[in-house]
């Protein structure tokens, strides 16, 4: 039992030697960077770990340290047993005109492959990045180009690192045959560039690409932005802007007019209605108002209220004009012409009947109109008229006669 546990105790002892010995450190260590973003990959060949899972630690220190010869190097560690194959090193602020060391060593089951290495120096290696943002804007017939430097991680400018850095502009009109294209090339340390001798109301397109000759660095050129020039304004444009400017106006006074005319409408109808309300809706309030009928309200006074009421028509007046130009004879030597010019008979019985008298017997009171002689001969029963009196009741009932002066030449009837 013992000795079976010896020779197995053994066979471990070796199997983990094997293992320790087979395991590969990472290789093809590559830095990725932009400006001052560093970050660190490797590769790792994962048949040499088999089924076993396997982590990563990262470390770096300056190389100058390396160099001392009192003590060893304290390595820095940006990442430790991480299962991914890369490491930022961005948040450690490495210094840009430093070098450094980097190292990255497998760790499979306890068992630690050796150490892969790397050198690298930010201002050296490091790539730099295009310009962070580029305006156009035109002025007159030119261009001016607004150039943001590119940033570092900490959002600072990148020519504290490199102050010989500049921009190398690449501009070209803009045309729909590419084969005719022409490009043109300025490079400027400045910020804001202007593009001279450029054609008016043409459209330009601009791309940037910052450079630096010291280690003959050059970043990628920025996406074309494109703008049209100005000029001089044609007389044709500044009169389309004022037939524009003044139909606009004419549409704003014609809003105004039409807004005013509806809110005064509205108000009106409003406040001062074409349908009036009875007078006693008006005032429902005012008992002072004498004019402005009421219902009886039942009371004992029931004599006041009444079954049904009949309105009548005011009887038509009926007028006889007599031309001016026949004089009337003189009346009788039996009438008298009383207080008030007209005649009337001796033996008249005064308030209770009147009638029409003629001067003699063959003569008619209205010469001229023969027909209206016979009409009251034929009432009265006789043939010409004489001095007899004509009763009322004798004639349609309703009809009232009244002589008026000789001199005035009217008889009024009313019917």
Same mark, same amino acid.
């Given at each position: 039992?013992?000795?079976?546990?010896?020779?197995?105790?053994?066979?471990?002892?070796?199997?983990?030697?094997?293992?320790?010995?087979?395991?590969k450190?990472?290789?093809?260590? %590559?830095?990725? !960077?932009?400006?001052?973003?560093?970050?660190?990959?490797w590769?790792?060949?994962?048949?040499?770990?088999?089924?076993?899972?396997?982590?990563?630690?990262?470390?770096? =220190?300056?190389?100058?340290?390396?160099?001392?010869?009192?003590?060893?190097?304290?390595?820095?560690?940006?990442?430790e047993?991480?299962?991914?194959?890369?490491?930022?090193?961005?948040?450690?602020?490495?210094?840009?005109l430093?070098?450094?060391?980097?190292?990255?060593?497998?760790?499979?089951?306890?068992?630690?492959?050796?150490?892969?290495?790397?050198?690298?120096?930010?201002?050296?290696?490091?790539?730099?990045? /295009?310009?962070?943002? =580029?305006?156009?804007?035109?002025?007159?017939?030119?261009?001016?180009i607004f150039?943001?430097? /590119?940033?570092?991680?900490?959002?600072?400018?990148?020519?504290?690192?490199?102050?010989?850095?500049? +921009?190398?502009?690449?501009?070209?009109?803009? @045309?729909?045959?590419?084969?005719?294209?022409r %490009?043109?090339?300025?490079?400027s340390?400045?910020?804001?560039?202007?593009?001279?001798?450029?054609?008016?109301?043409?459209?330009?397109c601009?791309?940037?690409?910052?450079?630096?000759?010291?280690?003959?660095?050059?970043?990628?050129?920025?996406?074309?932005h494109?703008?049209?020039?100005?000029?001089?304004? &044609?007389?044709?444009?500044?009169?389309?802007?004022?037939?524009? @400017?003044?139909?606009?106006?004419?549409?704003?006074?014609?809003?105004?007019l +039409?807004?005013?005319?509806?809110?005064?409408?509205?108000?009106?109808?409003?406040?001062?209605?074409?349908?009036?309300?009875?007078?006693?809706?008006?005032?429902?309030w005012?008992?002072?108002?004498?004019?402005?009928p009421?219902?009886? !309200? &039942?009371?004992?006074?029931?004599?006041?209220?009444c079954?049904?009421?009949?309105?009548?028509?005011?009887?038509?007046?009926?007028?006889?004009?007599? &031309?001016?130009?026949?004089?009337?004879?003189?009346?009788?030597?039996?009438?008298?012409?009383?207080?008030?010019?007209?005649?009337?008979?001796?033996?008249?019985?005064?308030?209770?009947?009147?009638?029409v008298?003629? %001067?003699?017997?063959?003569?008619?009171?209205?010469?001229?109109?023969?027909?209206?002689?016979?009409?009251?001969?034929?009432?009265?029963?006789?043939?010409?008229?004489?001095?007899?009196?004509?009763?009322?009741?004798?004639?349609?009932?309703?009809?009232?006669?009244?002589? =008026?002066?000789?001199?005035?030449?009217?008889?009024?009837?009313?019917?």
């Open positions: 039992m013992s000795a079976a546990f010896y020779v197995c105790l053994l066979f471990w002892y070796f199997q983990a030697n094997a293992v320790g010995a087979e395991l450190p990472p290789e093809n260590l %590559t830095m990725i !960077t932009m400006n001052t973003n560093y970050s660190l990959s590769d790792w060949d994962q048949s040499s770990s088999e089924s076993h899972a396997v982590s990563f630690t990262t470390q770096y =220190v300056a190389r100058f340290k390396l160099m001392s010869k009192k003590k060893s190097p304290m390595w820095s560690t940006a990442c047993k991480t299962s991914r194959r890369s490491c930022d090193l961005t948040k450690f602020s490495l210094y840009y430093g070098f450094y060391v980097l190292r990255v060593q497998a760790n499979v089951n306890g068992h630690v492959s050796d150490w892969g290495q790397k050198e690298f120096c930010p201002d050296k290696d490091a790539a730099l990045g /295009p310009p962070t943002k =580029v305006d156009l804007s035109p002025a007159g017939s030119d261009l001016d150039i943001s430097d /590119p940033l570092t991680s900490t959002n600072d400018s990148m020519k504290e690192n490199h102050p010989e850095l500049y +921009y190398h502009i690449l501009y070209w009109e803009r @045309s729909v045959d590419t084969q005719a294209l %490009t043109q090339t300025l490079s340390s400045a910020n804001i560039v202007t593009l001279p001798k450029l054609k008016a109301w043409t459209w330009y601009v791309s940037v690409q910052t450079c630096y000759d010291f280690y003959n660095k050059k970043s990628s050129f920025t996406s074309p494109c703008m049209q020039t100005e000029g001089a304004t &044609p007389w044709r444009q500044i009169i389309g802007y004022f037939l524009v @400017s003044l139909v606009f106006c004419f549409l704003v006074m014609l809003l105004l +039409y807004g005013s005319f509806w809110c005064y409408k509205t108000l009106k109808a409003t406040w001062f209605p074409s349908v009036q309300l009875p007078t006693p809706f008006q005032y429902p005012d008992s002072s108002r004498s004019d402005i009421r219902l009886l !309200t &039942p009371d004992s006074d029931s004599e006041l209220l079954d049904k009421v009949t309105v009548c028509p005011e009887p038509p007046v009926l007028e006889i004009h007599i &031309p001016p130009s026949e004089v009337l004879p003189a009346p009788p030597s039996g009438l008298e012409p009383d207080s008030s010019g007209r005649h009337s008979r001796k033996d008249s019985s005064g308030s209770g009947d009147s009638g008298y003629s %001067t003699g017997g063959s003569s008619s009171l209205m010469q001229p109109n023969s027909s209206h002689s016979s009409t009251r001969a034929q009432v009265s029963g006789q043939g010409p008229f004489d001095l007899e009196q004509v009763k009322m009741q004798d004639m349609a009932s309703g009809l009232k006669t009244r002589l =008026v002066n000789a001199d005035e030449g009217i008889v009024d009837m009313c019917v």
